[in-house]
């Protein structure tokens, strides 16, 4: 059974960071493109940041350019987030996913196949 899980959420003061991890079980995703994506209560889910199989093109949303940063450790199975300069609008549940192998490094929640629980981020102001 595949499981992504996400750990690393919780809360922290404006201007704080965090570093969300993303562990996967079932299978390697060594070739596969993971991402980060977020969604506060009301919202849809949004993307945050994304990286290739290799780790060596990452995509991120605009809103998040400058502060965050996607890594993967593929001897680890595990892709990281970590955030810096947060903010209160950064507040939601963050899901990590798994999509297929691409050219290109996609940022919509249809291209991901595998996603986690997600991870509760709260930015107090």
């Known amino acids: 059974q595949v499981q992504l899980v996400e750990s690393g959420g919780g809360l922290v003061q404006a201007g704080g960071s965090l570093r969300l991890s993303c562990a996967a079980a079932?299978?390697?995703?060594?070739?596969?493109?993971m991402g980060w994506f977020r969604q506060a209560p009301g919202k849809e889910r949004e993307f945050v940041a994304a990286i290739n199989w290799s780790g060596d093109n990452t995509n991120y949303a605009d809103s998040v350019k400058g502060r965050f940063t996607i890594s993967r450790d593929k001897a680890k199975n595990t892709v990281y987030l970590q955030m810096n300069s947060l903010k209160p609008e950064d507040t939601a549940a963050y899901y990590c996913a798994a999509g297929p192998p691409r050219y290109y490094v996609p940022h919509r929640t249809s291209e991901y196949v595998y996603w986690g629980q997600g991870t509760q981020v709260t930015v107090s102001s």
């Open positions: 079932g299978r390697t995703f060594s070739s596969w493109t």
